[in-house]
């Protein structure tokens, strides 16, 4: 068992800090997802609570214990790389107890500790196999093995399905939340650029950007509640659609005219909206729908793309105004070419002001 706590830690390469004012608590069997876009520093945080990197500034603590000096090995935390990193000559069971050989263990307590893992990890009938008569993802799951058997207070991920194709990511994803399942009490944080995976594996995600944490929240928190408008379009594929407007009217529902002539109405709380006030209308592909009233965007589908279950549409772009994608249900390739009007329910429609959430005003 182990809670983590990150307060106002830095990571400072000379003058330059990438990571700034990091606070983060972390509970007791949790799986903390971070993400965040290429160069955010979420690999490098990872890092600096595995004790790989140094924390230049703030303090992290475990179970209540600073640690910020404290070498690696004795972090009690073990660590998944995206490589797998095996020893190719040897086996299975030989590559999971090979750390446990030289912390001395006995043989006893190696071969209970490997069976153990080996039960988890659905790895029995593999143990006396060499790593190249493995599929990706076994190899991937001995590699997961490597840390169950130390028993760490800790387990991070970093990114460790990048190599896998497609159908073994979703396949290794599955087996990961199972693991989680069968360990309830082990915290573990996960890094991923893949938002499937955060979205389906996290207790918590935290959204890193520009240095510092953007948003910590469930996954649908995060969805449903964005707080500003960054996290708003990094969560959800395709990305949030953000078109500006002004605030016209407010009561039990705000009025927004926005600026493609179309019109919105938005369940944000009255309070939190001004008359004039200059806001971007936030609506998710998928919250649209179409309509033959008022609606919030009018325009020619230039490209459909037809997924079977769902049909997406892009709209010709007018000028500089921004992209939108509208996720309809079923097959609906007809539309292309076709003038469509889509609204939304108002209580799906965000709104943004400064780039903050309204709701959080």
């Known amino acids: 068992m182990a809670e983590l706590v990150l ?20 509970k007791t069997g949790e799986l903390i997802v ?60 030989d590559n999971m107890s090979f750390a446990l050989k030289l912390a001395k263990k006995s043989p006893q307590e190696i071969a209970a500790a490997v069976e153990k893992a080996a039960r988890i990890l659905q790895l029995t009938p593999y143990l006396d196999r060499l790593p190249k008569a493995l599929s990706g993802g076994q190899r991937q799951r001995v590699a997961i093995g490597r840390s169950i058997v130390r028993d760490p207070k800790v387990y991070l991920f ?56 953007s948003q910590v929240g469930t ?65 998710r592909p998928e919250d649209f729908h179409e309509t033959d009233g008022d609606a919030i965007f009018t325009g020619e589908v230039e490209i459909t793309e037809a997924l079977g279950e769902v049909t997406l549409l892009y709209f010709k772009r007018q000028g500089d105004a921004p992209q939108v994608v509208a996720k309809l249900p079923g097959i609906r390739s007809g539309l292309r070419y076709q003038m469509v009007k889509l609204t939304a329910e108002p209580r799906k429609v965000h709104l943004f002001a400064n780039g903050k959430s309204l709701l959080y005003r």
């Open 7 to 26: 307060k106002n830690v830095e990571k400072a390469y000379g003058e330059v800090k990438v990571l700034k004012d990091i606070d983060l608590d972390i």
């Open 34 to 93: 971070f993400v965040g876009p290429s160069g955010c520093g979420k690999s490098t945080l990872l890092r600096m609570i595995a004790g790989l990197e140094r924390i230049t500034g703030g303090d992290f603590s475990i179970d209540g214990v600073r640690m910020n000096d404290v070498p690696p090995a004795q972090r009690g935390i073990a660590m998944v790389f995206q490589s797998y990193a095996l020893y190719p000559h040897m086996t299975v069971r």
């Open 158 to 213: 970093d990114e460790p399905l990048s190599n896998l194709d497609a159908a073994l990511r979703v396949a290794t994803r599955i087996e990961i939340a199972q693991l989680k399942e069968a360990m309830p009490n082990s915290t573990m944080i996960y890094v991923t650029h893949d938002q499937v995976e955060a979205m389906t594996l996290a207790s918590r995600i935290v959204v890193l950007a520009g240095g510092g944490i």
């Open 219 to 283: 996954p649908l928190e995060l969805y449903e509640k964005p707080e500003n408008e960054f996290v708003a379009q990094f969560i959800g594929s395709p990305s949030m659609n953000l078109l500006p407007g002004e605030v016209v009217a407010t009561g039990a529902e705000t009025m927004i005219r926005l600026d493609n002539g179309g019109m919105a109405r938005s369940a944000v709380p009255t309070q939190a909206a001004d008359m004039g006030l200059r806001v971007k209308v936030g609506v």
